[in-house]
């Protein structure tokens, strides 16, 4: 079985105050630090395709609309040792050029490094989906990589 695209290059966090969150063209995750010894019972999660809602022991963690489109009953939420809640959205959109440049419209927005790490990323992953006899994950990439990066379909093989 191969490694998946990130878990061989590694992820591009965006800080927040509750934990990070991170891309790959097909999902959205999410990772948030909580009190240990937190319950499942203790959590509120609601996973829209347009908008999330997260409480933790009656405190609200963030709530929002998010920055794209998800598929919600694809959307899953885990209590990882009772002090990780990790998140997981599919996007609807799972194009390279799809790079989120927030999680929530207008808040927890990645800084402009961040972005072009992400954007880099996305379109280094689209390669190597295009490409899958060869391995992209150490890849550099410079130019442009802006909205997914160039267009090679009209060329012939």
């Known amino acids: 079985m191969s490694v998946?695209?990130?878990?061989r290059s590694g992820v591009v966090p965006c800080k927040t105050?509750?934990?990070s969150w991170y891309q790959t063209m097909e999902e959205v995750f999410i990772e948030?630090?909580?009190?240990?010894?937190?319950?499942?019972?203790?959590v509120r999660c609601h996973l829209g395709s347009r908008?999330?809602?997260?409480?933790?022991?009656g405190q609200e963690i963030f709530k929002g609309k998010l920055f794209g489109t998800t598929v919600s009953d694809e959307a899953t939420w885990t209590l990882e040792?009772?002090?990780?809640i990790r998140i997981i959205l599919m996007?609807?959109?799972r194009e390279a050029g799809n790079c989120w440049s927030s999680l929530l419209e207008g808040e927890y927005c990645a800084n402009a490094w961040v972005q072009d790490q992400m954007q880099r990323k996305l379109t280094l992953e689209r390669f190597q989906r295009?490409?899958?006899?060869?391995?992209f994950s150490g890849a550099e990439i410079s130019g442009n990589f802006a909205g997914g990066g160039p267009d090679f379909s009209s060329l012939q093989k």
């Not at 630090?33 to 019972?41: C, E, I, L, Q």
């Open 81 to 84: 040792d009772k002090c990780l």
């Open 51 to 57: 908008d999330i809602e997260l409480r933790v022991k």
């Open 91 to 93: 996007k609807a959109n």
């Open 4 to 7: 998946h695209f990130e878990e």
């Open 17 to 19: 105050p509750w934990g």
């Open 130 to 135: 295009e490409n899958p006899g060869f391995d």
């Open 32 to 42: 948030v630090d909580v009190p240990h010894g937190t319950s499942a019972k203790e």
